[in-house]
């Protein structure tokens, strides 16, 4: 029986299965079968530490806001991603004590509420590509840029959208505290959203307008707790060239190179695959052993072998 600690990535999306289910119960029923496979892991005998997407989640409470304008005033981006660590970390841990406990396992499950830091200097800054929010029009977009000094792009057609930055993570502030309760053997959630953006101002934390990539954080989490395996959790069982292609083909194990050749020949697309690829890779360069990028349910098949994308050095 394997003790070693991994950390599993889960997508925002996957708590949202159906785009017309977005109530609180639909979507604390996605968790309690994300759960399900996690609890699963720990039954055989791995420590999870689980980090997960908020898109969807932020994108609800930020339309809850714009319907509240006139009464109470907008929340910003730091603390919206709070509020959504919050809820998701405590949907995950009543759901993993309950699927813990169907299996006849007690562990102690922690949700902490993760601070990432950012480079204010960062390039992204300059240019704002992570769209986030409603869709409106540009009478609505005028007003947002003037009122709010928002960054908003045209978006295909469908009305104006708000676009912030999205910087690399170079430090998780409560990567220590996550450690200590992951080594005591606790189950962890952890870094939701990529983590709540902050700077540090002559040691002082301040929260930024900004966007993480959740499996880049996911990555250095994993690095600064010394975990030697990253799970990336995606739609698919496994990574495949050519995608949705008659010439598809299932990638079962890559290497770092391998990983960009195909990165620079456009195989894994900008909003989907890619930024997965890249997370494996800074995770690898780092000193990380493996990195399987599977779907859900197919975690611990995946850890044997039979099935998912192995990345190694």
Not at 231 to 239: E, H, L
Request: with cysteine.
């Amino acid at each position: 029986m394997s003790t070693r600690a991994v950390v599993v990535a889960v997508g925002g999306n996957a708590l949202v299965k159906n785009s017309d289910e977005i109530s609180v119960a639909h979507q604390a029923a996605a968790v309690a079968e994300s759960a399900a496979s996690i609890a699963s892991l720990v039954e055989a005998g791995f420590t999870p530490v689980v980090t997960h997407g908020n898109g969807p989640q932020v994108g609800f409470l930020l339309r809850r806001a714009e319907l509240a304008l006139g009464e109470l005033p907008p929340l910003p981006l730091d603390v919206l991603g709070a509020d959504t660590q919050g809820a998701t970390g405590y949907m995950f841990s009543r759901s993993l004590r309950n699927s813990l406990a169907e299996r006849g396992i007690t562990k102690d499950v922690a949700a902490i509420v993760t601070q990432t830091v950012v480079d204010p200097s960062d390039p992204a800054f300059d240019d704002p590509t992570k769209p986030i929010g409603s869709f409106m029009s540009a009478q609505e977009a005028q007003r947002h840029e003037r009122e709010e000094g928002w960054v908003l792009r045209e978006d295909s057609g469908r009305g104006y959208r708000r676009v912030v930055a999205s910087p690399q993570p170079l430090e998780i502030v409560e990567a220590g505290t996550i450690k200590a309760l992951a080594d005591a053997g606790s189950i962890v959630i952890a870094c939701g959203g990529g983590g709540i953006p902050v700077r540090r101002d002559d040691g002082r934390l301040t929260g930024v307008e900004a966007v993480i990539d959740k499996d880049l954080a996911s990555a250095l989490l994993a690095n600064r707790l010394g975990a030697q395996d990253f799970i990336i959790c995606t739609a698919v069982d496994s990574v495949c060239i050519d995608f949705n292609k008659p010439t598809q083909a299932e990638l079962r194990t890559l290497t770092i190179a391998q990983a960009r050749e195909h990165l620079a020949a456009g195989q894994f697309g900008a909003g989907s695959m890619a930024p997965k690829i890249q997370a494996a890779i800074s995770f690898l360069e780092r000193g990380g052993k493996q990195v399987i990028i599977t779907s859900l349910p197919r975690m611990i098949d995946a850890l044997a072998g039979a099935t998912g994308t192995t990345i190694t050095p």
